[in-house]
């Protein structure tokens, strides 16, 4: 009954925003920790960033530092993504997955994964 669903991508241009959504059900997010993972055609998964269960320590990667933003709505059981700034090279499909309380860089760590949501920066 876990279950994660992304929202929120779509087509931006260079230096646009989007705000990416995951919501969760069949568990709250009080001892989960939420990553949001990246996968452009031909590449690797990568991690983009990540928020831990109780002290809501978050995470980044390089390329996303300064520009992307997660934060959790517990209420809404709920974790987003702010993504501004974004480039051309951030086209990929985002998921977002989770963990028990400790986040972590390696996408194969996590046990949950939604669907996933197209983000297109061009033009």
């Known amino acids: 009954q876990v279950q994660l669903v992304e929202s929120g991508g779509g087509l931006v241009q260079p230096g646009g925003s989007l705000r990416l959504s995951c919501a969760a059900s069949?568990?709250?997010?009080?001892?989960?920790?939420i990553g949001w993972f990246r996968q452009a055609p031909g590449k690797e998964r990568e991690g983009v960033s990540c928020i831990s269960s109780s002290d809501a320590t978050t995470y980044y990667a390089e390329s996303a530092k300064g520009r992307f933003t997660i934060s959790r709505d517990n209420a809404k059981n709920t974790v987003y993504l702010q993504m501004n700034s974004l480039k051309p090279e951030d086209t990929a499909v985002y998921y977002c997955?989770?963990?028990?309380?400790?986040?972590?860089?390696?996408?194969?760590?996590?046990?949950?994964w939604g669907q996933g949501t197209q983000v297109t920066v061009s033009s």
């Open positions: 069949g568990f709250t997010l009080d001892y989960y920790a």
């Open positions: 997955s989770t963990r028990k309380r400790w986040c972590d860089s390696s996408w194969y760590l996590y046990e949950y």
